[in-house]
């Protein structure tokens, strides 16, 4: 029963998280998609004008966002499946969040270097964040491997262009052109730097969420299992004292049998 009573406290506490991140993620999630696909655009757009934007590296660098503790279900290990099929069939630059991903890294035997970061599972630590960011903003294209939240049910493996890069612009066949005001340069800073860092924030927090409603789901089972196996035992334990029970009978009757042949 204290193993039941352990369980139900997780995922009390999951569920607390969860719940915490769950309406800011979702209220944000539509904003910041809509901010990405205006990314492409523009991105495009300043490009054509001969203009690059900051400057960059021109390579790419793959971000794994892991955990850093367990019993979060499997939503990491498909998360880190999809990234490793990325990583060995592109030439890029591998980054991983969280002490799990470092340990799937060496199970795996991937051999590729990487830069590793500590980060915390239940918030953005902004100290951690600014670190990170500062590597990533170097790189021409920065692509983020994480576990999105479609329901208590639902937790998939996603991967995003968080700078801007190969999105599927819905067009109408029209010439667009964009009037950059104050300049080009200004909006360049503005969406590589700021935007870039607020989309890859929303990464952060959908992982989050995805990672504790996982949770949530795969305590629930285990709590589930656990009273299923109390059962099993209850039933051993009663089958076990029937058995002793009839034992003791039975020697009981023996008992008596031999006295009254030795009475005769």
């Given at each position: 029963?204290?193993?039941?009573?352990l369980v139900e406290v997780y995922e009390e506490v999951a569920a607390m998280r969860m719940q915490k991140v769950r309406g800011a993620v979702l209220a944000s999630r539509q904003f910041l998609d809509e901010m990405l696909e205006v990314f492409g655009r523009v991105r495009e757009a300043y490009k054509k004008k001969g203009f690059t934007g900051l400057t960059k590296n021109g390579r790419t660098a793959a971000v794994l966002l892991s955990a850093n503790?367990?019993?979060?279900?499997?939503?990491?290990?498909?998360?880190?499946?999809?990234?490793?099929?990325?990583?060995?069939?592109?030439?890029?630059?591998?980054?991983?969040?969280?002490?799990?991903?470092?340990?799937?890294?060496?199970?795996?035997?991937?051999?590729?270097?990487?830069?590793?970061?500590?980060?915390?599972?239940?918030?953005?630590?902004?100290?951690?964040?600014?670190?990170?960011?500062?590597?990533?903003?170097?790189?021409?294209?920065?692509?983020?491997?994480?576990?999105?939240?479609?329901?208590?049910?639902?937790?998939?493996?996603?991967?995003?262009?968080?700078?801007?890069?190969?999105?599927?612009?819905?067009?109408?066949?029209?010439?667009?052109?964009?009037?950059?005001?104050?300049?080009?340069?200004?909006?360049?800073?503005?969406?590589?730097?700021?935007?870039?860092?607020?989309?890859?924030?929303?990464?952060?927090?959908?992982?989050?969420?995805?990672?504790?409603?996982?949770?949530?789901?795969?305590?629930?089972?285990?709590?589930?299992?656990?009273?299923?196996?109390?059962?099993?035992?209850?039933?051993?334990?009663?089958?076990?004292?029937?058995?002793?029970?009839?034992?003791?009978?039975?020697?009981?009757?023996?008992?008596?049998?031999?006295?009254?042949?030795?009475?005769?």
């Amino acid at each position: 029963m204290g193993l039941r009573s352990l369980v139900e406290v997780y995922e009390e506490v999951a569920a607390m998280r969860m719940q915490k991140v769950r309406g800011a993620v979702l209220a944000s999630r539509q904003f910041l998609d809509e901010m990405l696909e205006v990314f492409g655009r523009v991105r495009e757009a300043y490009k054509k004008k001969g203009f690059t934007g900051l400057t960059k590296n021109g390579r790419t660098a793959a971000v794994l966002l892991s955990a850093n503790s367990g019993l979060f279900g499997d939503i990491v290990d498909k998360t880190f499946e999809k990234f490793a099929g990325f990583i060995q069939a592109k030439e890029c630059d591998v980054v991983v969040v969280g002490k799990l991903g470092v340990r799937m890294m060496t199970d795996s035997k991937i051999s590729k270097l990487y830069n590793y970061y500590d980060f915390p599972d239940d918030n953005v630590d902004l100290e951690s964040f600014a670190l990170i960011m500062r590597y990533l903003l170097q790189f021409e294209k920065v692509v983020v491997f994480y576990g999105k939240f479609g329901s208590i049910l639902t937790q998939n493996p996603v991967m995003t262009a968080v700078s801007g890069e190969n999105l599927e612009v819905k067009t109408t066949g029209e010439k667009v052109e964009y009037i950059f005001e104050p300049s080009i340069d200004e909006i360049a800073k503005i969406f590589e730097g700021q935007i870039k860092s607020s989309l890859f924030e929303q990464t952060l927090h959908e992982s989050q969420l995805a990672k504790f409603a996982s949770r949530l789901l795969n305590l629930d089972k285990s709590w589930e299992n656990i009273g299923r196996r109390l059962e099993g035992v209850g039933r051993e334990e009663a089958r076990m004292r029937r058995k002793t029970r009839n034992g003791k009978q039975l020697a009981t009757f023996s008992g008596m049998s031999l006295w009254w042949r030795d009475r005769v």
